[in-house]
């Protein structure tokens, strides 16, 4: 209950940004292959682009194996912010991003961007969507110790809302955001724009595939996001 006595809407819709909501996945792809290649870590661009959506150390596990030098981690890490921040001036949401986080909330979802991106990435996406006015609350990277695919970036999305497993929906693009969710007991709709098959994310587990934020858009009312919970 609210401070007036009216009860917040259950329905809490999930979103993740890179590759979801804005056109990143393929500049933090180069931007991770030249933070690897100062460090004379020759890796095949494919390889990186299929661990986009992990948090920085699985995505190292993932690439480079987890006998690595773990010494170098934030090094890397860093180098890639700095790296990826060159690209902050030209980032842009994916037609019709805002509008789809207007839609949902105008069906009374409560809006979350639940992202595993710095703090700073995440600031300057959420300025470049322009839609402040319906996210109720967002995470970072530094808000868990593991990041996707363990569940602990989605159960910490929905304790930020005070909200449970099955009041809500996830939207995601990549394997790692499906297998989350569905480790937090949330269903996830899959989009294909961050680079990831139909075919992968319906494997993953994802309860149904859209092209992209507009065609979820368009289809919204036939969709998980059609309304939230009772």
């Known amino acids: 209950m609210t401070s007036h006595g009216v009860r917040q809407a259950r329905g809490v819709a999930l979103f993740d940004l890179d590759g979801t909501l804005v056109d990143t996945n393929y500049l933090h792809t180069l931007a991770w292959w030249q933070a690897l290649r100062q460090f004379g870590h020759q890796v095949p661009m494919a ?5 986009i959506g992990m948090g920085s ?5 993932a690439v480079l194996g987890p006998q690595r030098r773990h010494s170098e981690d934030g090094a890397v890490s860093d180098a890639h912010g700095t790296l990826y921040a060159e690209w902050y001036d030209t980032l842009r949401p994916f ?3 805002a509008e789809l986080l207007r839609a949902t909330a105008a069906r009374g979802w409560r809006v979350v961007l ?3 991106a710095a703090e700073e990435e995440v600031a300057v996406v959420r300025k470049r969507l322009g839609a402040d006015e319906v996210i109720e609350a967002a995470t970072s990277g530094a808000d868990v110790e593991t990041t ?11 304790r930020k809302v ?3 497993p099955e009041d809500a929906v996830f939207v995601g693009d990549a394997v790692w955001d499906v297998e989350a969710a569905g480790r937090a007991g949330v269903p996830c709709i899959g989009l294909l ?5 139909r075919g992968e994310l319906e494997d993953a ?8 934020a507009a065609t979820l858009l368009r289809h919204i009312d036939s969709s998980p996001l059609s309304r939230p919970p009772n």
């Open 47 to 51: 390889r990186i682009h299929r661990a």
């Open 57 to 61: 150390d699985r995505l190292l596990d």
């Open 95 to 97: 037609d019709c991003a």
């Open 114 to 116: 639940a992202s595993s």
């Open 148 to 158: 996707k695919p363990a569940p602990d970036l989605v159960e910490t999305a929905l």
């Open 162 to 164: 005070g909200a449970e």
């Open 193 to 197: 724009t961050g680079g990831t098959s």
């Open 205 to 212: 587990g994802a309860v149904t595939v859209y092209e992209d």
